[in-house]
């Protein structure tokens, strides 16, 4: 069956019931949604299906045939932030980053959504979605501010070389 | 000094926002097998049989391990600081704790492994269990630990003790004697990334374990100690941690994947699923503490009675460390001449505790804090003013002969009070964290102030009456 | 190469008739609608269907609203109940996390099991409330009850097609609140007034739904809520479990039940 995400189309060959988010992570190798409990509890696997957040983790990819899914991956670069991610940068709404991608999806929903949205809004649509570090001010803090457009990249001093990202050497013999 | 003060971004921000931070479970390494326990279903049964020739057999299945395959099976997680072993990494004859594993497996996907692991076929004989640590010491009650109901390895006592000053005679003097009873309960500490580990086999004859510790050396530590291997053998890499709070500080399941790689000769993972996480991994621990405060009418504590048990689960792990913390902060931040302190060590049949924010400290602080409420109220004092009072100041000894030599709980009872608008007395407001004189140095704190000038110094517990052990 | 240790037959019907056709009699097929129950269930291995039917494009999703009856199709989401009429939409608002309710449906909120811990189908006493009939087919054809007697007779080898009720004069309900998104409630009570005859019903005093009788007559005798309130337990036997107490569901049904009557009117 065939998937886009990010843009890009797949032939996905993983058995039809397989949950979006193996699909992702393990036959297409994009990783930011994570697998925090694999039974819609936590909101950290939530990635956009046609523009909805959705849980990966509940979702049989044979359900959602011919979608276009959408993942962090997809939302800007280090150099290039979207104002999601910049909104989570800029209010340090990011500590172990594991709970981060759901959270942004979820949020990103929220932007593309028209009108104005209000921070008990915000608090509402963000309520699936476990963080265990934050204590989830920043989090809405950021959220509320990217959603009403209170983001300005500039504000944020961008560190060309994140040190987070290379900690991990790949073994050879394995996938780039 | 450029950061102090200053908005910088995190080191790790943008690899977290932009989805590109590498997590155990995101590192791909090609052939990769998956891994599953089996588990005791039992909280206390002896094993009579393990037969895993059937999930060998099931096709994609790599490698099964038992207690057999583990070449030093009983280690202790404190063994370097010579608290003797206790804890095999397989159960070997007998089970302690529901989920216990008593064997592991790796195979090709998920599914099979899950599949392997229903192949394997164990006997148990039940035992009672012990879930209840006020009776574990009973003489009728269930014991399963080598060393007895409690942990019996605290120097020459079996269990942590505080001994300072004359605690009979401060209880002769006390106006009023107030007890309490607090039992904090076990927490799991959920970290959204559950316990995961990725070993795997380098042509060099080296293991290479991307692991989610926290504590790094300490895991390769147990991981050598287990596999009986040098150091130079492992690579443990880590510090891309999705959550810990305490609970990655036991070395969960690099050890099991080493084992299962080397016999694989394949890389191997371990991904706990939330279950486990909740039913399996280690918790904060439950205690129980029994505070007892000799008091005066106008609000001096002269001296406290303690006795802790601290639930330690089936082993030991790091439960000897969290109740010596425990014994440390017992009185608080508040000066208490005449102490004794007896802390226990008490085993069940629950997952081992650990670790968790304050290892030993919250649990005490909590009934120590709500116990300076419940001695203000029957002192009819305000609690505030009470804490105060019997702060620590400059010079004050605390309960383990430690020089205080630059408390701060004057001032932050005093800001939290300001922040919070409460209205305080005059004389209270006006109180510092200098060297107690005049009313707030009345007879019975003279003995414990150290000499003028001498703060700084380590005081002497030959001095003093007693000594920490 | 990973064996696939037993492939599961997996069927998409685009229609109806197919969707039907498709589940016969039931007998060992697995129901994927929004999938938020069963497919952890698979992924932990705890389910290994050998026959997945799943129904997301068979047309079975939808609200309709015609002659003072509203009519639910099985497949519509529990998010696009929120706006249904008293007290379903209540009860659709407070059913896990936006996402979920997104993907959760009515008819899997009908099927759903108790949970290991605790009782699920936060629907059932709105439902139950709105004297609401369930169409399904399965074994010895189409048939249509009212929801208690469907979720009596247990989903097993029946495949639900819709629920529909007529539109009440009213509908109120009260609850224990959340503690977060991801708790089920501990206790919702339910009331409607439909034809002038008020129905009760309270979800997660058991393993289903239950209809409160002795509430409804002491009501029916000219009682006011308080008395109701006195008759509430009259129809549960509460269990403890991982939300609450026994004895603590049955302390605060009686309240619930004066809250959601006063709020009735």
Redesign the interface.
């Known amino acids: 069956m065939r998937l886009t995400v990010n843009g890009t189309e797949h032939d996905v060959l993983s058995?039809?019931?397989t949950?979006l988010l193996?699909v992702l992570?393990e036959e297409l190798?994009i990783?930011?949604p994570?697998?925090?409990?694999?039974?819609?509890?936590?909101?950290?696997c939530?990635v956009l299906v046609d523009g909805?957040?959705?849980?990966s983790?509940?979702?049989?990819i044979?359900?959602i045939?011919g979608a276009s899914v959408a993942?962090?991956?997809g939302?800007?670069?280090?150099e290039e932030?979207s104002p999601v991610?910049?909104a989570?940068?800029e209010h340090?709404a990011?500590q172990?980053?594991?709970?981060?991608?759901g959270f942004?999806m979820?949020a990103e929903a929220l932007v593309q959504r028209d009108g104005e949205t209000s921070r008990e809004e915000v608090i509402?649509?963000l309520?699936?979605?476990?963080?265990?570090?934050t204590g989830y001010v920043k989090i809405i803090d950021a959220v509320t501010a990217a959603v009403n457009g209170d983001v300005d990249t500039a504000r944020?001093?961008?560190?060309q070389s994140?040190?987070?990202?290379e900690?991990?050497t790949?073994?050879p013999?394995?996938?780039a | 000094m450029k950061a102090v003060g200053a908005r910088l971004p995190r080191y790790d921000g943008l690899a977290h926002v932009t989805g590109r931070t590498q997590y155990v479970d995101d590192v791909r390494v090609h052939g990769t097998l998956w891994t599953k326990a089996v588990r005791s279903p039992h909280h206390s049964a002896r094993i009579l049989s393990i037969d895993t020739s059937k999930a060998e057999r099931l096709p994609g299945v790599h490698a099964v391990i038992t207690a057999a395959d583990v070449p030093h099976n009983v280690y202790g997680h404190l063994e370097a600081l010579g608290v003797p072993g206790d804890e095999p990494l397989i159960a070997q004859d007998e089970v302690r704790w529901k989920g216990q594993v008593v064997a592991a497996v790796a195979a090709e996907s998920e599914e099979i492994a899950l599949a392997a692991v229903e192949a394997v076929e164990v006997t148990y004989e039940e035992r009672e269990p012990v879930f209840d640590i006020r009776i574990a010491s009973d003489p009728d009650a269930p014991t399963f630990h080598q060393w007895g109901s409690t942990y019996p390895h605290f120097g020459p006592h079996n269990h942590r003790r505080v001994r300072k000053g004359d605690v009979d005679r401060a209880f002769e003097d006390a106006d009023l004697i107030v007890e309490g009873v607090y039992r904090p309960q076990a927490i799991e500490h959920v970290p959204l990334e559950t316990q995961v580990a990725l070993a795997v086999p380098e042509p060099s004859g080296r293991l290479t374990i991307y692991t989610c510790t926290q504590a790094m050396y300490f895991s390769m530590g147990v991981v050598a100690a287990h596999l009986q291997w040098p150091l130079a053998k492992l690579k443990l890499i880590g510090g891309t941690v999705g959550g810990g709070f305490g609970g990655k500080v036991d070395t969960a399941t690099e050890t099991i994947c080493a084992l299962l790689a080397i016999k694989a000769n394949k890389p191997v993972k371990w991904r706990f699923t939330r279950e486990e996480e909740f039913l399996v991994s280690s918790t904060r621990a439950p205690w129980h503490i029994e505070l007892k405060d000799a008091v005066t009418k106008d609000g001096w504590i002269l001296g406290r009675r303690t006795l802790t048990l601290h639930d330690a689960g089936a082993y030991a792990r790091f439960s000897p460390y969290g109740v010596t913390k425990h014994a440390f902060h017992h009185t608080g931040a508040y000066t208490i001449p005449n102490v004794r302190f007896d802390g226990f060590v008490v085993f069940s049949n629950r997952v081992p505790t650990t670790a968790m924010r304050g290892f030993g400290v919250t649990s005490v602080s909590m009934a120590t804090e709500a116990h300076l409420n419940r001695v203000a109220e029957q002192v009819g004092m305000d609690p505030l003013e009470l804490r105060l009072k019997n702060a620590n100041r400059i010079g004050d000894t605390t309960g383990n002969h430690v020089v205080m030599h630059d408390p701060s709980t004057v001032v932050v009872t005093l800001a939290a009070a300001d922040a919070a608008g409460y209205q305080l007395g005059e004389e209270y407001r006006s109180m510092t964290s200098e060297r107690r004189t005049g009313e707030l140095l009345p007879e019975h704190l003279v003995a414990q102030q150290a000499p003028d000038g001498d703060h700084l110094a380590t005081y002497n517990p030959a001095t003093t009456n007693g000594g920490a052990h | 190469m990973a064996v696939p240790v037993e492939a599961t037959d997996v069927v998409a019907p685009s229609s109806l008739d197919a969707a039907v056709a498709a589940f016969a009699d039931g007998s060992d097929v697995t129901i994927v609608g929004g999938g938020t129950i069963v497919l952890p269930e698979i992924t932990h291995g705890r389910v290994r269907p050998r026959r997945a039917l799943l129904l997301g494009g068979a047309g079975l999703a939808g609200v309709r609203s015609e002659s003072g009856r509203t009519t639910i199709g099985a497949m519509t989401s529990v998010a696009d109940l929120e706006s249904a009429p008293e007290p379903l939409g209540e009860a659709a608002r407070h059913v896990a996390d936006a996402e979920v309710r997104a993907q959760a449906t009515i008819g899997g909120n009908l099927c759903a099991p108790p949970g290991v811990e605790s009782p699920r189908g936060d629907l059932q006493a709105a439902l139950i409330a709105l004297g609401a009939d369930v169409r399904s087919t399965g074994a010895g054809g189409e048939r249509t009850e009212p929801v208690e007697a469907f979720l009596a007779a247990g989903p097993e080898g029946r495949l639900v097609l819709e629920v529909s009720f007529a539109d009440p004069e009213a509908g109120a309900s009260a609850s224990v609140r959340r503690p977060h998104a991801h708790a089920y409630t501990i206790m919702r009570v339910c009331a409607a007034r439909t034809g002038g005859e008020v129905r009760l019903a309270v979800s997660g005093a058991g393993p289903r739904g239950i209809r409160l009788k002795a509430a409804e007559a002491a009501l029916a005798g000219g009682g006011d809520a308080a008395a109701a309130a006195e008759r509430a337990v009259d129809d549960v036997t509460p269990q403890d479990d991982a939300l609450a107490s026994a004895w603590y569901r049955g302390k605060t049904l009686p309240v619930l039940v004066r809250r959601a009557l006063n709020d009735l009117g």
Do not use: N, W
Request: hydrophobic share 30%.
């Open positions: 058995p039809p019931l949950p193996q992570r190798s990783t930011s994570k697998a925090g409990c694999q039974q819609g509890g936590c909101g950290a939530t909805e957040p959705r849980r983790c509940l979702t049989p044979a359900s045939e993942t962090v991956e939302l800007g670069t280090p932030l991610q910049a989570f940068h340090y990011a172990c980053g594991f709970c981060t991608s942004m979820a509402e649509a309520s699936g979605h476990i963080c265990r570090c944020v001093e961008v560190d994140p040190r987070g990202d900690a991990v790949l073994i013999g394995s996938p």
